[in-house]
């Protein structure tokens, strides 16, 4: 009789992905992001625990997206307090903070769950091409 094998969290190994959003879709570079974070994958894949890599992508300012998205897209935020609604689209959120672009789509494709914060903390998004975790390349996957 075959017994089955429950994933424990000691069985966690993490790995490093390094993605250069340079000239890459947002959907489709949020979609790549978020099978990494989640962990879908390993072989060893279970949806109760954190099983994800470490994911860095640089260069957001240069992300591309399709369309007439960099008019039309748009950003929302609200204070709470009426009357104070703000809007932004893609360009104007690109110029002022390129992380929100590539965070919410990334934040969106998640699973919502106790897990998403988790997941999140093991991504690093940085506007330009240089960043602090050059000691983690040596083994890491470049994408």
């Known amino acids: 009789m ?3 094998h ?3 969290k000691s069985e966690q190994k993490y ?3 390094f993605i250069n959003a340079d000239n890459k879709v947002l959907g489709r570079l949020s979609a ?5 974070l989640t962990g879908k994958n390993k072989v060893n894949y279970v949806p109760y625990l954190n ?4 994911v860095v992508v640089y260069n957001s300012k240069k992300v591309a997206v399709t369309g007439t998205k960099e008019l039309h897209k748009m950003y ?3 204070s709470g307090t009426v009357g104070n609604l703000r809007t932004k689209n893609l360009g104007q959120v690109r110029e002022h903070n390129s ?3 590539i965070l919410d789509s990334i934040t969106g494709m998640l699973p919502k769950n106790r897990l998403r914060n988790d997941r999140l903390a093991n991504l690093y998004i940085y506007e330009d091409d240089k ?3 050059t000691a983690q390349m040596k083994g890491a996957t470049n994408e």
């Open 2 to 4: 075959n017994s089955t």
């Open 6 to 8: 429950a994933t424990t």
């Open 15 to 17: 790995n490093w992905h």
């Open 32 to 36: 790549s992001v978020c099978v990494l």
């Open 51 to 54: 099983m994800g890599d470490k």
């Open 76 to 78: 929302y935020s609200h």
């Open 99 to 101: 992380k929100r672009i």
């Open 131 to 133: 960043h602090p975790h």
